[in-house]
């Protein structure tokens, strides 16, 4: 059981790249989040999805886009890359619960992702 | 949408005392609040979480309460220890469609507990 795992685990892109960061959960878990952290800001959230082939806008979702294609991978995309999106990007999964309960985001261990 | 208020930014302690953090959040619809913390070059793990009807949680040594009239939670870590030293984050969440419950996170809390 590996958690939430995320490929790559570091990247330099030069502006205007594209690259694609991969999720993967392998608990079953309906709902996946993206999130980029930056210095002082805490963490932000980008899109997320409540279920296979469903996808949503979060706080900061200029820029980027995403797929769910599978119900255990969540995908995100930079079709052109620019040095604001420097940053590290965690991936998070969640799995349905009834009421309140059972609300643990469970994350991924992160990309290093610098955009020169 | 939600904004979730941290301090302090950096705190220090000696081993042994006791740390607080404060967050306040803004939208009085959230009703689930988590506490991760973040050790360098790590990624972030629920240590403590607090639902709406609850007023105070405690596990071991650290404790959350909470005051839904003020919109403000807190962090209480009792006897620190230096491996509690790491940055934590505050949270707040609501059910934003489909069950989603989407988190808005505070800027976090460097902690440093001093040998």
């Known amino acids: 059981n590996a958690g939430v795992t995320q490929t790559p685990k570091f990247r330099v892109l030069k502006t205007g790249q594209s690259m694609t960061l991969l999720c993967a959960q392998d608990m079953n878990h309906e709902y996946m989040y993206w999130y980029r952290q930056d210095p002082g800001m805490g963490l932000r959230l980008i899109h997320y999805?409540?279920?296979?082939?469903?996808?949503a806008k979060g706080e900061v979702p200029d820029g980027y886009n995403v797929s769910r294609l599978k119900k255990q991978n969540f995908l995100l995309g930079l079709e052109s890359a620019a040095p604001s999106q420097t940053s590290v990007y965690f991936c998070a999964s969640r799995g349905r619960s009834p009421g309140l309960a059972g609300h643990e985001q469970y994350f991924g261990p992160g990309t290093r992702l610098t955009v020169t | 949408g939600e904004n979730v208020e941290q301090h302090p930014s950096t705190l220090s302690v000696q081993e042994g005392d006791s740390a607080v953090i404060k967050c306040t959040y803004s939208d009085s619809a959230s009703n689930y609040f988590p506490w991760y913390k973040q050790e360098l070059g790590k990624r972030p793990q629920l240590i403590i979480d607090i639902r709406s009807n609850v007023g105070e949680k405690k596990d071991q040594r650290i404790a959350v309460t909470l005051n839904k009239t003020a919109k403000h939670f807190s962090l209480h870590i009792t006897e620190t220890q230096p491996e509690d030293s790491a940055v934590y984050f505050c949270?707040?969440?609501?059910?934003?469609?489909?069950?989603?419950?989407?988190?808005?996170f505070g800027k976090g809390t460097k902690l440093s507990v001093i040998p």
């Open positions: 949270a707040a969440s609501k059910n934003s469609g489909a069950g989603s419950y989407q988190l808005t």
């Open positions: 999805s409540v279920g296979e082939g469903t996808t």
